[in-house]
């Protein structure tokens, strides 16, 4: 008998969960990339990072929302393109 096993990340999962598993892996692949390319952005005159919220439903309509100043939203959207 065939035997097959599921893993994501190095872990078992049961495959009526791979949806689920597959989208917070995604998220996260999201989320790393977006802290790599702002990682050192920063408001010019006062030093403060942006804060960046993700909002959405799910990973089809997934929008960025960016608090900060306006040369520091600049810099984000230059950065993200």
């Known amino acids: ?3 097959i096993e ?3 990340n190095g872990r ?3 495959p009526n969960d791979i949806a689920n ?3 917070r892996a995604m998220l ?3 989320e790393e990339m977006v802290r790599s390319k702002l990682r050192d952005v920063r408001d ?3 030093g403060a990072a942006p804060t960046i919220t993700v909002v959405g439903r799910s990973l089809d309509n ?3 929302e960016v608090s900060g100043s306006p040369a520091l939203i600049e810099e984000v959207k ?3 393109q």
């Open 1 to 3: 008998m065939l035997k």
């Open 6 to 8: 599921w893993k994501l």
């Open 12 to 14: 078992k999962i049961r």
């Open 21 to 23: 598993q597959l989208e």
């Open 28 to 30: 996260s692949q999201v």
């Open 44 to 46: 010019p005159e006062t």
């Open 62 to 64: 997934l929008s960025f």
């Open 78 to 80: 230059r950065r993200l």
